[in-house]
């Protein structure tokens, strides 16, 4: 399902990076921030240990806690929603749209109470969410937490006309560098980015004990800071993810072509007017058990995703949704498989996996 890159360009800036003896807060930690900021067209960024302490990060940068409540996706990863329970605030599931997986944004509208304080969008599989839900979240006063954890290099054209890139698409953007993401940094590694002034240096501070320039807590923070052997690698990786973004397109197209006339087979849909960043193809089959069992006798990869809702997980058992029925959600986590659509798939392999699918009866 993944094949991380790894190249002399890569191994060199790692080793020169140690030899500088300047292992944590130095220069490639910086210079990793300002270029994905200028990746993302936001305001700042600034790297950190990986998505799910970014995310908690993105909650207590908005100052969300006990009593306040967080409308959050149920079909995804389950850190976008238990790091919410863990600023002690409060998830509410809504269910997503049938086509793109996102967030429903009728539904984030009638969940909104005098409580919610904020939403936490996912960009799920490389997909961006819909532009109404930051026209939403603007018209309610809600902070609008970005999870691009699945979506470097998606981008998005708005209704006037405009172009947006992911990790500026909400206030705070919230990255991962997970090896089998779209960009990695040689391990676990994550990124914060911000649209708003307001949040900018809290981002800066609570990554580093909460600290102002000054070394005095100002804030509640933690060591959430990426090394420097981590950015200087990220660096290398950041100026290729167009080039790799852009293969996973046409093995995108590649698939959809294929699977145009399947009967057994639905390929997955792009947002109008968007980029999808295919960090997954995912394929919609009323058997994934007996697909992915055909796949497997052929040695190819393939996998389910989030076939129990987050909603529905035992940590969430005394949770008023626990029971809740979010009818999308559930027929996405009963009928999705992801093939292999990663950068580093050759033309060979990816034609023996269009051969295996065209034979599935």
Request: charged share 20%.
């Amino acid at each position: 399902m993944a094949r991380p890159t790894w190249n002399s360009e890569m191994r060199s800036a790692a080793l020169a990076t140690l030899d500088s003896k300047q292992w944590v807060k130095g220069a490639q930690g910086s210079a990793f921030g300002v270029e994905f900021a200028e990746h993302c067209v936001a305001l700042s960024a600034t790297p950190c240990q990986n998505g799910s302490s970014a995310l908690w990060a993105a909650l207590r940068i908005a100052e969300i806690g006990p009593g306040d409540e967080v409308i959050v996706p149920s079909f995804t990863f389950i850190s976008s929603t238990t790091c919410v329970l863990l600023v002690g605030a409060t998830p509410v599931f809504v269910d997503i749209e049938p086509d793109y997986y996102c967030l429903d944004v009728e539904q984030v509208r009638q969940a909104i109470t005098p409580k919610t304080k904020a939403v936490i969008g996912v960009h799920l599989f490389g997909q961006v969410y819909a532009s109404e839900l930051i026209d939403l979240c603007k018209k309610e006063n809600l902070v609008l937490i970005e999870d691009a954890a699945q979506a470097h290099g998606a981008t998005q054209t708005y209704a006037d006309g405009s172009s947006h890139t992911a990790g500026a698409m909400g206030d705070i953007g919230c990255f991962s560098f997970f090896p089998s993401k779209n960009m990695a940094v040689g391990g676990e590694g994550g990124m914060l980015t911000t649209t708003q002034i307001r949040f900018q240096d809290r981002i800066v501070g609570i990554t580093n004990h909460g600290r102002s320039p000054d070394l005095e807590a100002i804030q509640l923070g933690s060591n959430l800071r990426m090394s420097e052997v981590s950015a200087a690698i990220g660096r290398s990786q950041l100026s290729h993810l167009e080039q790799w973004v852009g293969r996973r397109r046409k093995n995108a197209e590649k698939y959809t072509a294929a699977l145009a006339t399947h009967p057994l087979i639905n390929a997955p849909k792009t947002r109008p007017n968007s980029q999808h960043a295919w960090h997954q193809y995912c394929i919609e089959t009323e058997n994934p058990t007996h697909l992915i069992a055909h796949l497997d006798e052929r040695g190819i990869d393939a996998r389910r995703y989030y076939t129990v809702p987050c909603h529905r997980q035992q940590v969430y058992n005394s949770h008023h949704q626990f029971n809740s029925e979010l009818p999308n959600t559930e027929r996405a986590a009963a009928s999705l498989v992801a093939i292999p659509v990663m950068h580093e798939l050759t033309a060979d392999e990816q034609q023996y996996i269009i051969e295996a699918l065209l034979e599935y009866q």
